[in-house]
């Protein structure tokens, strides 16, 4: 259940990223399939060089942001709708990330070495160590090698949990903060009514970019802290984020009802959860009816359009 | 205030679409005047209105905004606009009193906690119509009146020095025209606002402004000005219908 709820709390700060774009500033965006993949590429290759795990961390959640930043700025620049220019940016961002990794996928490695990394090197301890004795921490370190720190131990023990949720918990405390103050309450109103935001004597373009670029950089910190939780970062871990944090914020968003707590920030966090304990039965029960865990995104596909189509027939206020 | 100088739009000039929206058209609306505008659909009173706030680009003459050719931008930071559709005025999903925050005041925000201005409160609370005891309520769960009363009091909060209304009244009931005008006529008396109207409601044009122009075929064919002239609000009316009838 811990790594259910560690899981699940990852894809809150994605599912939130997407909350902003889609709900907060209603722009559509694809982006985040492409910047998750930047944001885990990123921390693991700064990983490697040597950085500490929270700059690593901070620099990649800068890199979606500025991902971000280039759709809105296509969209607002050259008039075109944020989704056509989401998928272009989307679309080179696969590109941009295996040059940033240099491969299709990357491990995260126990020390840092400009040296051929050997197996055991890479992965840590293997079962032979145990039989044959390993090489220790100590012998790579006498080797002149830096320990690579991230700050997870895989271990189901609460610590990682502790840690997921305060980050969470941080995060959306500084984003409910924000949308208090004036310019955050503009940007609320920008989502709703971009001219009265022009009447108002402000450019509404600024409040495209910010919103998007807010939006790409939680999703880019959820891929940096994935891809350190999981040991790897890999081209393919983004694709179907979009569709899976739009089910989690629905999700949330039917719990909730038409209770909007801390401008709807609840709503990606207890969508993901669900999501994530919905996913976790399905793999686990679900080969008694024929379902495979491939399936999952057909399904999550599948909901959102679902949810989509239950509302355009009650006539809802929520749309997508 | 206002100056149009021999303006004339022309929308798709040169290609077989084109048509002639405003014909030299010399308009000049000074400081604290409450100006309506009359005129049948077409007749080019809301290309007139696009004109002046920058939004349309006059194809011949010049449109000065306080003797200055400003850009649309530029005019929203000194003047504000209200419309026919009471939903473009505010923000639905805001409640009334972080609306009235925002309108506090014009341009770029930073990271402090406003306030609603006191004395929007106030003037919200002189519409009658119970938004000054429900400020936390959403926007969008308001009347279309309400939602109009909130958009004035919004529109005036920053203190401009040009309001400019694009037929507010068209879409609302009797009784909501009636104070969203008696708010209009109360702004221009007790803030100074000037004040350009657009209408095709002749009961407004009789009851409320100083001075009333009436267009057709995107010309101005007269001006009327009420104080000068010491007409009747009765005598307005015929002689308004007398100067369209002279025309066709």
Redesign the interface.
């Known amino acids: 259940m811990i790594a259910i709820l560690e899981q699940g709390l990852l894809l809150a700060l994605a599912a939130m990223g997407v909350y902003i774009s889609f709900r907060l500033v209603d722009l559509p965006d694809l982006t985040p399939d492409g910047s998750y993949i930047v944001g885990g590429a990123v921390a693991v290759v700064l990983l490697r060089s040597g950085h500490g795990w929270i700059s690593a961390t901070l620099l990649a959640a800068l890199a979606a942001g500025a991902a971000g930043f280039i759709t809105a700025s296509i969209s607002t620049r050259f008039k075109i709708h944020t989704l056509l220019a989401s998928i272009m940016v989307m679309t080179g961002l696969y590109s941009v990330a295996i040059r940033i990794m240099n491969a299709p996928n990357l491990p995260i490695p126990r020390f840092t070495t400009d040296k051929v990394l050997s197996y055991e090197q890479i992965v840590g301890k293997t079962p032979l160590d145990d039989i044959l004795g390993g090489l220790g921490n100590l012998q790579y370190e006498k080797e002149g090698m830096k320990a690579v720190t991230v700050p997870f131990n895989n271990k189901a023990d609460g610590h990682d949990l502790i840690l997921i949720a305060s980050t969470l918990l941080l995060i959306s405390f500084l984003l409910w903060l924000f949308l208090r103050t004036e310019l955050g309450t503009m940007l609320r109103g920008y989502g709703r009514n971009r001219f009265a935001v022009k009447v108002l004597g402000v450019n509404p373009n600024i409040f495209a970019l910010m919103g998007l670029t807010v939006a790409n950089f939680l999703v880019g910190l959820s891929g940096a802290l994935f891809s350190m939780y999981s040991g790897f970062a890999d081209v393919n871990m983004g694709t179907g984020m979009v569709v899976v944090c739009l089910a989690s914020v629905i999700l949330g968003e039917i719990i909730f009802g038409s209770k909007e707590v801390a401008y709807g920030l609840f709503f990606p966090i207890v969508g993901s959860v669900v999501y994530q304990i919905l996913l976790t039965l399905a793999m686990k029960y679900g080969y008694r009816i024929g379902f495979k865990p491939s399936d999952m995104k057909l399904l999550t596909a599948m909901f959102v359009v679902s949810v989509i189509a239950a509302r355009r027939f009650k006539k809802s206020e929520v749309t997508i | 205030m206002i100056e149009l100088e021999r303006v004339t739009v022309i929308y798709n000039k040169g290609t077989l679409d084109e048509k002639v929206a405003l014909k030299d058209v010399d308009l000049f609306v000074e400081d604290g005047r409450f100006v309506v505008i009359v005129g049948a659909n077409g007749a080019g009173k809301s290309t007139l209105m696009k004109v002046v706030v920058g939004e349309v680009k006059p194809t011949f003459g010049v449109c000065r905004i306080m003797g200055q050719v400003l850009k ?2 530029k005019i ?2 000194c003047g ?2 209200v419309c026919q559709d009471p ?8 409640s009334i009193e ?2 009235l ?3 506090r005041k ?9 306030r609603a201005d006191p004395r929007a409160i106030e003037l919200l609370r002189s519409c009658e119509l119970g938004l000054e005891e429900n400020l936390k309520k959403k926007a ?1 769960k308001l009347s279309g009146g309400q939602k109009q009363a909130l958009a004035m009091v919004m ?1 005036v909060s ?1 203190n401009p020095k040009l309001l400019l209304l694009d037929e507010h009244t068209a879409s609302l009931d009797p009784k909501s025209t009636e104070k969203i005008m008696e708010l209009t006529d109360r702004i221009n008396k007790m803030l100074g606002t000037t004040i350009l109207m657009i209408t095709h409601d002749m009961n407004i044009a009789e009851q409320y402004g100083d001075t009333v122009i009436v267009m057709e075929d995107g010309k101005i064919i007269a001006r009327i000005d009420k104080s000068k002239q010491k007409i009747q609000a009765s005598q307005l009316k015929s002689m308004i219908k007398s100067k369209l009838t002279a025309t066709t």
């Open positions: 649309e931008e929203f930071k504000s606009i939903n473009l005025g505010i923000f639905p999903n805001l972080e609306n925050m925002l309108a014009k341009g770029f925000r930073g990271l402090s906690f406003g969008s529109a920053s």
